[in-house]
């Protein structure tokens, strides 16, 4: 049997010598090329999914079904390589949260985070963030856990506090603290701005849990390269963005330019279909196809 992708991200988790680096994917094309750059691991991206699969910002909008639709395809892409995937607040209550907990383990997901948000969320990076209370969002962790049991997998549960923003440092520490000792795998302090909130989180969960980092462009976050983080004691650190921005910024153009001169070549040879087809199996499909047509004339 192969090895379940959350086993293998348990085991790169146990590796201390390791910072496990995983480019925000939101779609197949996405996800195919940072898998042909080499990463071992992938983030879906909430936010990506919200824009690219409804069109809209990430409001809370994307259900989970829509979530877990775009983790199930991007995860089975290759199987061999853990996505960790974005799971909002659980999208309801504690049964809610256990529905979401037993999707992602059917969809081959290796692990997932958990906020503390309302419902209506935002991203976590913008203002104006409402949050639940602490007993309830400890609710969403036990419920997650408890689903984790009773289906025996070892699925990653990533606990993550929206809380900074408006409660500040400690107390939010005190939340991931308590979704730790509830049983979640990792800690994951959002919307850090400084070097002291990274070292905080970092120093509290040393020989307790690892750390995961989300390094978003453009927004306030500290910033730190994958060298310096691993440093800090980050074992997983994400770029939600990355994929995401370039694309918005060269599509726009590319628009731009043929709004404007009613033309495009020059994207001729950089891009052609047959390279884009490449990078999304085209090799591996035809010689697929080929294989059983000769076994079929054999």
Do not use: W
Not at 243 to 268: H, I, M, N, W
Request: charged share 20%; hydrophobic share 45%.
């Amino acid at each position: 049997m192969p090895v379940p992708a959350s086993t293998r991200l348990r085991a790169l988790l146990n590796d201390p010598s390791q910072i496990i680096v995983a480019p925000g994917v939101y779609d197949g094309i996405s996800a195919r090329l940072a898998l042909n750059a080499g990463f071992g691991a992938l983030y879906m991206t909430g936010a990506g999914t919200s824009m690219s699969a409804l069109g809209v910002a990430d409001l809370g909008l994307a259900t989970m079904t829509e979530m877990k639709q775009n983790a199930e395809m991007i995860a089975n892409l290759d199987r061999s390589v853990p996505v960790i995937a974005d799971a909002d607040t659980g999208y309801g209550a504690t049964l809610n949260v256990a529905r979401t907990t037993a999707s992602y383990i059917a969809a081959g997901v290796a692990g997932f985070h958990l906020e503390d948000q309302v419902v209506n969320k935002k991203c976590g990076h913008l203002a104006g963030k409402q949050l639940v209370s602490k007993e309830e969002y400890l609710a969403r962790i036990h419920a997650a856990v408890e689903t984790r049991k009773r289906l025996e997998s070892d699925i990653v549960i990533i606990a993550r506090t929206d809380a900074l923003q408006s409660l500040g440092l400690e107390e939010s520490l005190n939340r991931l603290e308590a979704a730790v000792n509830a049983g979640a795998d990792v800690a994951f302090l959002e919307a850090i701005s400084t070097r002291e909130e990274l070292e905080a989180v970092c120093a509290r969960f040393k020989g307790k849990a690892p750390v995961m980092y989300g390094m978003v462009q453009g927004f306030n976050a500290y910033k730190v390269t994958v060298q310096e983080a691993q440093a800090f004691g980050v074992q997983i650190i994400v770029y939600a963005a990355v994929c995401l921005t370039p694309s918005f910024l060269a599509v726009s153009q590319a628009l731009k330019t043929l709004k404007e001169t009613g033309d495009t070549e020059q994207y001729s040879g950089q891009g052609t279909p047959h390279k884009l087809f490449d990078a999304c199996g085209l090799k591996e499909l035809v010689d697929f196809d080929r294989l059983i047509a000769d076994s079929i004339q054999n």
